[in-house]
């Protein structure tokens, strides 16, 4: 097996700053999905539900989308396998992880990887597609999408849009200075706050089922029906705005990163992201552990639920960074690739010389 040092590897190391981005939020909303929740009965409970729909439901599950589709078109795009192999690999690659997603789903309903590599295997045809039609695809099935109001359904839009932003070499136009960032924050920052206050505005006044889903076809009183009128309206317009939203973060994370103290600051956030199949799979059973060891199926408030969202994230990013100083990959990441190549590929680090990588794609 020949190794040899991966090419623009600050393209890479955007792309691991903002996967880590993204699993700081994820853990917030899938959470509601696992753990019995209490309707906020504090103010405390009712200002944390209102910030989790204003900034964070769609936001960071917008952003993972994206960036699995922009893996996508990486993966192809730079893998050393020559004529029709990189393709094999790629599908190997998604069963692989088709079987993970199907395991994760079976303690995680709302988990989205096997969902991923369905969609992964679907738009394979897209690769070869001019990007000026992936990006109408994007943009027009979105916006469809979101009309309608079911986050599932942005899902593929999100990863064609990915892949559209991988054929326009978004990842090369970041490492040398994107163009009009400045520009890009402002707008999305006022279209955030527009949304953001259109969302403010539709808010019912009372605290919302910690799952709405729960009570579809329920018959409920009239008051406590417009109440929950307002919540699905509510969460319809949060889906709709998601990306821009996204974009906003996104822009105000490479804006810190061009000073060189923000960039000190953020820097773990790179192994967090170097990790992200593990931490997003292990945020899961560390969830369920800590729900069935320490409350026993009891409902948890929203502030205990953050609490513990906070540390499992530190935590985390903690033991990420401390893996990465000795080994070139996370343990489900480094199973995975060897299972696409169907070869034993060396975990560790070699600390004695020039630091290596095989030329094989990350993504």
């Known amino acids: 097996m020949n190794y040899q040092p991966v090419l623009k590897q600050d393209r890479m190391k955007f792309l691991d700053l903002f996967r880590g981005f993204s699993l700081i939020g994820l853990p917030f909303v899938n959470v509601l999905a696992l753990w019995v929740m209490l309707k906020p009965d504090t103010r405390v409970d009712f200002w944390i539900q209102r910030a989790l729909y204003f900034w964070v439901e769609a936001r960071f ?17 730079r893998s050393a396998a020559k004529g029709q192999t990189k393709l094999f690999l790629y599908i190997r690659r998604m069963l692989i992880l088709l079987a993970l997603g199907y395991i994760h789903q079976q303690y995680q309903s709302g988990e989205a990887l096997f969902l991923y590599a369905i969609i992964g295997l679907v738009v394979i045809p897209l690769y070869w597609a001019p990007r000026t039609v992936n990006l109408v695809i ?26 559209s932003a991988g054929q326009y070499q978004l990842m090369e136009k970041i490492q040398k200075g994107l163009p009009y960032l400045g520009r890009i924050w402002f707008i999305s920052f006022i279209a955030s706050t527009v949304g953001i ?37 509510l969460e319809h317009i949060g889906v709709a705005i998601g990306p821009v939203v996204s974009i906003f973060y996104l822009s105000t994370l490479l804006r810190l990163n061009q000073n060189m103290t923000f960039s000190k ?53 903690i033991a990420s960074n401390l893996w990465m100083r000795w080994f070139q990959y ?31 794609a990350r993504g």
């Open 197 to 233: 206050g259109i969302m403010w505005w539709v808010a019912p006044p009372d605290a919302m089922s910690p799952f709405l889903y729960e009570v579809i076809g329920a018959s409920l009183p009239v008051a406590e029906q417009a109440n929950m009128d307002a919540a699905f309206r």
């Open 61 to 77: 599950y917008d952003i993972f989308c994206f960036l699995f589709g922009l893996g996508f078109y990486l993966f192809l795009s």
């Open 138 to 163: 994007g943009v027009v099935g979105f916006i469809a999408a979101a009309a309608i109001g079911v986050k599932m359904l942005t899902i593929p839009f999100l990863i064609i849009l990915g892949l």
């Open 265 to 317: 600051m953020l820097s773990p956030l790179h192994a967090f992201g170097r990790m992200a199949l593990t931490n997003y799979i292990a945020q899961t059973i560390i969830l369920l552990v800590v729900y069935q060891l320490i409350f026993a199926d009891a409902a948890v408030s929203y502030m205990v639920s953050t609490l513990v969202c906070i540390g499992m994230v530190i935590l985390q990013g």
């Open 330 to 360: 996370g343990p489900l990441e480094w199973v995975w690739r060897c299972g696409t190549y169907l070869s034993f590929i060396p975990i560790r680090k070699k600390h004695s010389g020039p630091r290596v990588h095989d030329t094989r």
